[in-house]
């Protein structure tokens, strides 16, 4: 079956510190992979996506490539700030239909 | 802000009882879909409705049910609590094709969730 491994947590960083989040996926075919984040209180949010191999999926100064050679999509930031501090999870889609495989979550917290 | 309201926001239960949770769609979509985060986890896929039907499903047993209505809102019902389904209820809603009934047209939008406290 299809699944997601992300490093564990906590990951606790100094601001204007380098982030990366390891994201492994196995699943059969070419899933598209998602990131979304979960600020404290609040519902998940999309982050990125890839939809295709050596796609880059960034926004918000985040950034995180599809390899398919390596099954992986880590997420990365290069400055990070106190305001990126929440949980952030990788996800697959298959191709057909909307069902999201997610990963156990990443805890993020940034200290001023 | 997504669009999506659930409610309720914070519901407190006992073993053996039934809870109803709701859930109300962006303007515009016709899917909706339900997850499952339990403490600590990442969220895990129950079930997606799609015109009014169950579309989809994961690894829940039949306790957990749905319905959608005409408005493309949705409620998941709880039967028979356990306290394993202690846990943050997300609802996600987006479109779907039209035409095949299958396929993805875009972003899931999530709620804030209901969280359930079963003591």
């Known amino acids: 079956g299809n699944s997601v491994t992300q490093m564990e947590g906590p990951v606790t960083l100094s601001e204007e510190a380098f982030l990366t989040i390891n994201c492994t996926y196995t699943?059969?075919?070419?899933?598209?992979l998602f990131w979304y984040v979960q600020y404290p209180g609040e519902g998940l949010q999309l982050l990125l996506k890839?939809?295709?191999?050596?796609d880059k999926g960034s926004n918000k100064g985040f950034e995180a490539t599809y390899r398919k050679e390596t099954t992986s999509f880590h997420l990365e930031k290069g400055s990070v700030q106190v305001s990126d501090s929440a949980v952030y999870f990788c996800?697959?889609?298959?191709?057909?239909?909307?069902?999201?495989?997610f990963g156990g979550g990443t805890r993020v917290l940034v200290k001023p | 802000e997504t669009g999506v309201t659930q409610s309720p926001t914070h519901l407190i239960k006992t073993r053996g009882q039934q809870v109803t949770l709701r859930c109300s769609s962006q303007?515009?979509?016709?899917?909706v879909s339900w997850y499952q985060q339990a403490l600590g986890q990442g969220p895990q896929f129950i079930f997606q409705?799609?015109?009014?039907?169950?579309?989809g499903r994961g690894n829940f047993p039949p306790r957990f049910s749905g319905l959608q209505f005409p408005n493309y809102s949705s409620e998941l019902n709880v039967n028979a609590l356990e306290l394993d389904d202690s846990a943050l209820y997300l609802c996600?809603?987006?479109?779907?094709?039209?035409?095949?009934?299958?396929?993805?047209?875009?972003?899931?939008?999530f709620g804030e969730g209901s969280r359930l406290t079963v003591l």
């Open positions: 890839a939809t295709k191999a050596d």
């Open positions: 303007s515009g979509h016709n899917t």
């Open positions: 996800a697959l889609r298959k191709a057909a239909g909307n069902k999201l495989t």
């Open positions: 409705y799609y015109r009014e039907e169950e579309n």
């Open positions: 996600a809603s987006s479109g779907m094709n039209r035409i095949s009934g299958t396929g993805i047209t875009g972003e899931l939008f």
């Open positions: 699943a059969t075919g070419y899933p598209s």
